[in-house]
């Protein structure tokens, strides 16, 4: 298939120019002001084109329970969120369809799926993603959220004797999955991507990890992880390592230029040297962060000191959403106040680079992805300047980064297939979707659940909170 996009408006360094993209395959093949039309022709005038940008971490089936936890911090919202053990293969299925049409329809090309498996069902998990993303068309990297030891034992031990359950699968048999999956699912050339993606250390014996680093070696995976979300996090590491937990994650190996690290908010200076020195990439995850009361990230500090920053919607459970330009917009203005010099506040023009060429980075293909120049791969999106919501005329990345624009996104291509064509899927029906979603609703969820009040007192007890 090719495709002509003409008289396109394309942001330059300090300004905008007027282009026409060639599309041959899944490359841009052509870019110059007045190309010859051939395939077919697309009319980009008053549209603004941009690489797609990557959602660098979500976990698709928490879309089931999106709207209803409570106001939580994380260690009592994972309670609530592994109370519910009714969904099913076609449930996944369903809600990577989901995920990846809510962020396609908001300029996103390529998905990071954390993926929460089914236990008993783990490799079936993985085969219904796949399944759910390749018939969408969108870039996906699934990570399948491997751990090891028992839910609570992510949070610290304290003085009282706190004696979290066994995990639920041995080492060993995690990583026969995971080497299953590899085989099975890991197909680049055709858009789909395995990872390797402990949830973190707080769950993760070292054993997992290291098994985890030889793994994505052999097979040259990208590898991905949760890090530091919550002061809890970093209490427990200093009670397990006496270092913190960046350091301990370097004595693994874990850090490495194909290492992406969501959220990163309780880190020090010594910290962020270490993550700059190792090409990691943090994935801000700004919404859930603030809705589960977790923190602000160090972003500005990460980026003056060297270290590649991108943007994740993360699950729907703790967002409640996956709207990617709404988390680039509170991601972007959330550090004015983390910064008295408003000179090192992020511009739209930053955080359009930190979405598309940041999250490309993160995958270990910003030498293919995350620019509009000849020979990249041609994830691309039109976004319409004539939607109300990106009117008046005034700056576009403006508009698109500080304003709320709304079926904004006219069309989009991945792997240069246009799988967004008049702002609606190509694949595939909305209106179907969202009644395979209504049917398969699990309805009003028993709340709260019969372990938190045990899991409560023990973290109100560690973290210093009155009973």
Not at 76 to 95: D, G, K, N, Q, R
Not at 99 to 117: F, M, N, P, R, Y
Not at 120 to 143: D, K, N, P, S, W
Not at 265 to 270: E, N, T
Request: net charge negative.
């Amino acid at each position: 298939m090719s495709f002509t996009i003409k008289q396109a408006i394309s942001p330059t360094a300090t300004g905008y120019e007027v282009i026409d993209v060639y599309i041959e395959g899944t490359e841009i093949q052509a870019i110059a002001p007045d190309l010859a039309p051939r395939g077919t022709v697309i009319d980009g005038s008053r549209h603004l084109l941009l690489p797609g940008f990557v959602n660098a971490h979500t976990h698709s089936p928490e879309l089931w329970q999106r709207g209803a936890i409570a106001p939580y911090p994380l260690e009592l919202w994972l309670t609530e969120l592994y109370a519910v053990s009714t969904l099913t293969p076609e449930h996944i299925y369903l809600s990577a369809i989901a995920t990846a049409v809510e962020t396609l329809l908001s300029g996103g090309t390529t998905v990071v799926d954390h993926l929460i498996l089914l236990p008993g069902q783990e490799l079936e998990t993985i085969a219904a993603a796949v399944r759910g993303y390749q018939a969408v068309g969108i870039r996906a990297f699934i990570g399948p959220l491997i751990y090891d030891q028992h839910p609570d034992a992510g949070i610290p031990k304290g003085d009282n004797n706190w004696q979290p359950g066994e995990g639920p699968l041995t080492t060993a048999a995690i990583l026969e999955i995971l080497e299953i999956a590899v085989q099975r699912f890991h197909r680049p050339e055709a858009g789909i991507s395995i990872m390797t993606a402990p949830t973190g250390l707080q769950l993760c014996s070292d054993q997992l990890f290291r098994g985890c680093v030889e793994l994505s070696d052999r097979h040259n995976l990208c590898r991905h992880t949760h890090l530091l979300e919550t002061k809890a996090q970093q209490k427990l590491a200093q009670e397990q390592y006496g270092c913190s937990a960046v350091a301990h994650l370097q004595n693994l190996g874990f850090l490495s230029s194909r290492t992406s690290l969501a959220h990163c908010v309780w880190l020090d200076d010594g910290d962020i040297a270490i993550l700059a020195a190792t090409g990691s990439t943090v994935v801000h995850n700004p919404l859930s962060n603030l809705r589960l009361g977790s923190g602000i990230a160090p972003v500005l500090k990460y980026r003056a000191a060297g270290v590649n920053v991108t943007f994740g919607c993360d699950g729907s459970a703790s967002n409640d959403g996956q709207d990617l330009l709404e988390a680039i917009k509170i991601g972007t203005m959330l550090h004015n106040i983390t910064d008295a010099d408003y000179r090192h506040w992020l511009t739209p023009r930053e955080a359009v680079e930190m979405a598309a060429l940041g999250g490309a980075r993160g995958l270990n293909g910003g030498d293919a992805l995350g620019t509009v120049h000849i020979g990249q791969q041609a994830d691309l999106v039109l976004y319409d300047l004539k939607t109300l919501s990106l009117l008046p005329k005034t700056d576009p990345l403006g508009l698109l980064v500080m304003g709320r624009p709304t079926n904004a996104v006219a069309h989009s291509w991945v792997r240069g297939e246009q799988i967004i064509a008049g702002g609606k899927p190509t694949r595939l029906e909305l209106d179907q979707l969202c009644g395979d979603l209504d049917r398969l609703s699990l309805g009003a969820i028993q709340r709260p659940s019969p372990d938190l009040p045990a899991v409560e007192a023990h973290y109100r007890q560690v973290m210093g909170l009155p009973s």
